[in-house]
């Protein structure tokens, strides 16, 4: 599914909190973790010094470093990203400088705009992976094209992890759409197809806050959301209920974005 996980760094502990997330999924995967920073604003040396101490501190078998020269965090992450064939990026929505100036949530999202593949966002709260317990994949559904999107990617993330998928809808108030049906026949599609899923039918005007509840009663390790909706999760963009989800919750969060534009 993926081929590497590119995890970006600048030298600040919040970049840095990206990495046990990122070397566990490189590790279940069995992919090479590339370690990606920038000489901008300091010495080529200087950055793949700090690199390689970071290298030798993880547990992976195949750890690779790579220094971007004279280039922003965006264009630095997508360039890498295009050099590989099927990459994750694993970034934290928060940093300081070099590569990041700032991996704050702004320079996430550009990212997410800028990169054909999905992003895992590790959120100030996140915690890594765990290697056991539960098993619960997480992901958003509202019936638009780009939840559709994150759907397909879950089902190839749990397919390769060994995980079970929770398809969740967020209704406000008393929506009566059709969410709740989409949802179960969603989920009797995942379990035709040889899917461990179940349904979470979640109530309330605060999507982000309803998400972020479930995610951490279910002590999930991943979630999986598209970058905007149009409805269903309800009436808010998802794209910043995305943004509140991830740092609200305790796990990382995988987004995906369409890969065509809505008609």
């Not at 992003?119 to 559709?148: H, M, Q």
């Amino acid at each position: 599914m993926f081929t590497t996980v590119i995890v970006p760094l600048d030298g600040s502990t919040l970049s840095e909190s990206a990495l046990r997330p990122g070397q566990a999924v490189a590790r279940r995967l069995g992919v090479p973790l590339q370690l990606l920073s920038s000489s901008w604003g300091g010495t080529t040396s200087d950055s793949e010094k700090y690199l390689g101490g970071v290298a030798a501190e993880l547990d992976v078998e195949d750890v690779r470093t790579v220094v971007v020269a004279d280039q922003f965090a965006v264009s630095a992450i997508r360039d890498a990203a295009e050099a590989e064939e099927a990459p994750l990026i694993c970034m934290a929505t928060h940093g300081r400088t070099g590569i990041g100036r700032a991996l704050l949530g702004s320079t996430a999202e550009e990212v997410i705009r800028s990169v054909d593949g999905p992003v895992l966002l590790v959120g100030p709260k996140s915690e890594p992976l765990p290697d056991g317990g539960p098993t619960d994949l997480v992901v958003t559904l509202d019936g638009s094209f780009t939840a559709a999107t994150a759907l397909d990617m879950a089902k190839g993330v749990a397919a390769t992890l060994g995980l079970s998928i929770v398809v969740v809808t967020v209704l406000d108030g008393e929506d009566t759409s059709d969410d709740p049906h989409r949802v179960d026949a969603t989920v009797a599609e995942l379990v035709a197809g040889g899917i461990d899923a179940r349904a979470e039918i979640l109530r309330g005007k605060d999507a982000a806050g309803a998400i972020a509840d479930l995610a951490h009663g279910l002590a999930a390790p991943m979630l999986c959301m598209a970058t905007h909706g149009r409805g269903g999760m309800q009436r808010t963009a998802l794209g910043s209920v995305a943004m509140r989800v991830v740092h609200q919750v305790t796990c990382p969060v995988l987004v995906a974005r369409p890969a065509e534009p809505l008609a």
